[in-house]
Structures are given as C-alpha cells and as structure tokens.
C-alpha cells in the first residue's frame, strides 16, 4: 500500500494522485462525515462530501483511461419516511446538511453515470459499525464510555438519546459488499443493510449483557438514566447531544443487493456490541 496525501476540496492534488497512479477503481470514502457536526460546519461538509465527489467525477470523465467509481452513500439521505423497509426506489428527504450533501453527491454519480457512460456506483450504506468506529459516533461512543465506568476512569456516560433506531451491520461485512458492487458488470444503485432495525436502548442492553451487569431504565424524558441493581447510574440522557432534528428510525431492504450481487449480512447486533465492548475494555484497561 502506498499512501498519498491529498484534499477533496483540491482538484489539483487529486487529479495529480489519479494521474500518478493510474488507478482501475476509485473508492470514494472521503467525508465530514457525523450527522451532529455537520450542524455546525455546514459549509465544510457541503465542500466536501459533495463538491469533493464533483471533483473526482469530472477528472475520471476527462481520463482517457476507464476508472470504476464507487460513492459512499448513506441511508440518511432518506430522512424520515413512514414507509419501511427502505430501498433504492423510497423517496429521498434528508434531516440533516449532511443528508444533504450526500444526497446532491448521490444525484451527481447518477448523472455522470448516465451523462458521460462512466462506471460510477452508489452504495446507500445503513450504518455499518465496528471496533473502528469513531468515538464520537453513537455506538463507539457507548461502549468507551462503559468501559471507562466499568474500570474506575469515569463516573458515567451522557448521550442525547435512547430511543433513535437504526439498522446497524458490521464494517467487514460491508467492505465486502463495497468491492462486490464495483465488480458487478455493470454500475448499479444498491442498498446495503440487516432488514433489522434497534434502538439505541437495545445497544446499550447488549453491552451490559455481556457484562453480565443487570440494569434498568428510570425515569422519563430527560431525566431518564440507566441504573444498575445498586442505583448507580452509568449513562443519562443531556439534550446538549440532542440534534436540531433528528431521523427515528431506519430500515433498510437489502434483496436487491441480495439477487444482484449475491451478499448478505454475517454479523448480528449482539455479536457486534461484544466485539466492540471487548476491544474498548481492552483498551481503556491499558490507559
């Protein structure tokens, strides 16, 4: 693997990477890419989840060589809708500047694709997890903060809410989806997800499970915590977290994906929050 350094928001830096290196398929998985963030830097993630894929489409349509491109799409594109599960054909409607950003990237593979005859694929991703994830992210987010409980670091974990459901897979299992699309024969929209749908409650439940802690959930509103047999509370709820608007729920229909390109989710939710809460406690046990 070599590396080099570059900017979506720089077409020059990034039509000399491509030029240098020749490439036969380009992953696009660059973005600003937390919903809550991108609240406050709309700008920047405007610049560069949309704009930066306007870049790299108009130098693969001026390569003499043929270039697959795939985009990192995402099932907030979708909003709230009351139809579920969702899938390539449901209606777009983000919540978010990030949303919308990913959905103007989105339209442009599509007509860049049909413009100019250019192998670029969408993958619609629902939220794809692993130990990786970053810690500012929901589930990461969880799991640092009740392995910090956990071993003595910290007194408890605040979050924005409980109730938010999402379809969550695993990382690996999507990366392999990912390549899948590109060696597809032709450039196609997909949907990748469970067709399972949690709550940020059933995340935190598998934790604790693993733990073999036995927790309960008091109190309403913002005043609802989550409390273990001796009333200690280890996560509560601070609408400081809370998003100016925010997406209930997502479901996502894979079958497409299914038949086409013959991939389907390995990872359940509970094999998930082990992995991820045997890694955290891992390594907050070293700090």
Same mark, same amino acid.
């Given at each position: 693997?070599? #590396?080099?350094?570059?900017?979506?928001?720089?077409?020059?830096?990034?039509q000399?990477?491509?030029?240098? $290196?020749?490439?036969?398929?380009?992953?696009?998985?660059?973005?600003?890419?937390?919903?809550?963030?991108?609240?406050?830097?709309? *700008?920047? $993630?405007t610049?560069?989840?949309a704009?930066? !894929? &306007?870049?790299?489409?108009?130098?693969?349509?001026?390569?003499?060589?043929?270039i697959?491109?795939?985009q990192?799409? !995402?099932?907030?594109?979708?909003?709230?809708?009351?139809?579920?599960?969702?899938? *390539?054909?449901?209606?777009?409607?983000?919540?978010?500047?990030?949303?919308?950003?990913? &959905?103007?990237?989105?339209?442009?593979?599509?007509?860049?694709?049909?413009?100019y005859?250019?192998?670029?694929?969408?993958?619609?991703?629902?939220?794809? @997890?692993?130990?990786? +994830?970053?810690?500012?992210? #929901? !589930?990461?987010?969880? =799991?640092?903060?009740?392995?910090?409980?956990?071993?003595?670091?910290?007194?408890? &974990? @605040?979050?924005?809410?409980?109730y938010?459901?999402?379809?969550?897979?695993?990382?690996?299992?999507?990366?392999?989806?990912?390549? +899948?699309?590109?060696?597809?024969?032709?450039?196609?929209?997909?949907?990748?997800? =469970?067709?399972?749908?949690?709550?940020?409650?059933?995340?935190?439940?598998?934790?604790?499970?693993?733990?073999?802690?036995?927790?309960?959930?008091?109190?309403?509103?913002?005043n @609802?915590?989550?409390?273990d047999?001796?009333?200690? $509370?280890?996560?509560?709820?601070?609408?400081?977290?809370?998003?100016?608007?925010?997406?209930?729920?997502? /479901?996502?229909?894979?079958?497409?994906?299914?038949?086409?390109?013959?991939?389907?989710?390995? !990872?359940? /939710?509970?094999?998930?929050?082990?992995e991820m809460?045997? *890694?955290? /406690? +891992?390594?907050v046990?070293?700090?």
């Amino acid at each position: 693997m070599f #590396i080099f350094y570059g900017d979506l928001t720089d077409y020059s830096s990034l039509q000399n990477i491509i030029n240098k $290196t020749q490439p036969d398929e380009i992953y696009n998985l660059g973005a600003q890419s937390h919903v809550q963030i991108s609240f406050e830097i709309p *700008e920047y $993630t405007t610049q560069v989840n949309a704009l930066g !894929t &306007l870049n790299l489409l108009n130098i693969i349509k001026n390569c003499k060589k043929k270039i697959k491109f795939y985009q990192a799409s !995402t099932s907030e594109m979708f909003g709230n809708q009351n139809k579920m599960p969702l899938n *390539e054909n449901s209606k777009m409607d983000p919540a978010s500047p990030y949303g919308v950003a990913k &959905l103007y990237a989105y339209n442009i593979v599509r007509n860049y694709r049909e413009s100019y005859n250019i192998f670029a694929a969408n993958g619609i991703l629902f939220n794809h @997890e692993s130990p990786l +994830r970053g810690e500012n992210f #929901i !589930t990461r987010k969880i =799991t640092i903060g009740i392995s910090e409980i956990f071993h003595g670091h910290k007194k408890n &974990l @605040e979050i924005g809410n409980f109730y938010s459901k999402r379809d969550w897979g695993h990382a690996k299992d999507y990366a392999e989806a990912i390549w +899948r699309i590109l060696q597809h024969k032709k450039p196609l929209d997909l949907v990748i997800a =469970t067709n399972k749908s949690y709550s940020i409650k059933d995340f935190i439940k598998e934790c604790f499970k693993f733990l073999k802690i036995n927790i309960r959930f008091v109190g309403k509103g913002l005043n @609802e915590r989550v409390v273990d047999k001796n009333g200690k $509370t280890w996560i509560k709820i601070n609408k400081k977290f809370k998003r100016p608007k925010d997406i209930n729920i997502l /479901l996502g229909n894979p079958s497409l994906a299914k038949k086409v390109i013959k991939w389907k989710n390995k !990872t359940s /939710l509970k094999e998930l929050a082990i992995e991820m809460m045997k *890694e955290d /406690l +891992r390594k907050v046990s070293l700090k």
